[in-house]
């Protein structure tokens, strides 16, 4: 019987196989829901935006499901991209520290609490717009307006990984600058703070990305309390 040798030889699956079985569980199956969401986007962008990404609550187009299934939607390339890469970056070296358990427990809450504080603004410019005739347009927009990605919970993410490993060093890989974490997300947050006032950078939720970091901290900070952090 002729035998064939190659680099899988004596490995169970192939190379891919081998790469995504090295990343945690929580962290594996988030990302392959993630990249099969995105590629139904790509197939049928009306459908998948207008079903399981999230709406104003107040929007006709609001439904139960899409708290949850914001998370797992991506507008284009970068966005889930720069998400994913945080996600496998960061969100293993989380995962495998705190246990997949409170892993998968602290991604949902980071996402649902980033959600919760961009209602929270998104109902203070409403609430305005209501008030002025005027403004009204900008009401139908919001209202028209679906919030998609997993951006808050990968801020909560880089926050929990920044409290617990505070001095692990990071690259940006432009401009080339290597910090502390703990400094990086200070930094992050600082921007996101100015934009998010100032209306810089339109078509971003930055106080969902706020909204995540908040809950991290908190979650993270709970759990320490408790000392319950590194139980599994």
């Known amino acids: 019987m002729a035998q064939y040798y190659g680099y899988d030889n ?3 699956g ?9 990343i945690p569980v929580v962290t594996r199956n988030i990302f392959m829901i993630n990249v099969l969401m995105f590629i139904a986007t790509l197939i049928n962008q009306n459908f998948m935006l207008e079903t399981f990404s999230v709406f104003y609550p107040k929007s006709p187009f609001f439904r139960l499901w899409q708290p949850v299934t914001y998370l797992f939607m991506h507008g284009n390339f970068w966005h889930i991209f720069v998400n994913m890469w945080c996600l496998l970056m960061f969100g293993s070296v989380l995962e495998r520290a705190i246990g997949s358990r409170k892993y998968l427990i602290f991604y949902f809450v980071t996402g649902l609490g980033a959600l919760l504080i961009h209602f929270l603004v998104q109902d203070i410019q409403a609430q305005v717009w209501l008030a002025d005739s005027s403004d009204m347009q900008k009401y139908y927009t919001l209202l028209g307006t679906p ?4 951006s ?5 993410i880089q926050i929990g990984y920044a409290m617990l490993y505070p001095n692990a060093l990071w690259t940006l890989v432009f401009p080339p600058i290597t910090l502390k974490a703990k400094w990086f997300v ?6 996101e703070l100015f934009t998010g006032i100032t209306g810089t950078m339109d078509g971003i939720a930055h ?3 706020l909204g995540g970091a908040l809950f991290g901290f908190l979650l993270i900070l709970w759990w320490k309390k408790k000392g319950t952090l590194w139980q599994r």
């Open 207 to 209: 106080f969902a990305h």
């Open 147 to 150: 919030t998609l990605g997993a």
């Open 186 to 191: 200070l930094i992050f947050m600082a921007i």
């Open 14 to 22: 192939g190379f891919l196989s081998r790469i995504m079985g090295n």
């Open 152 to 156: 808050g919970a990968i801020f909560g």
């Open 10 to 12: 004596n490995q169970e």
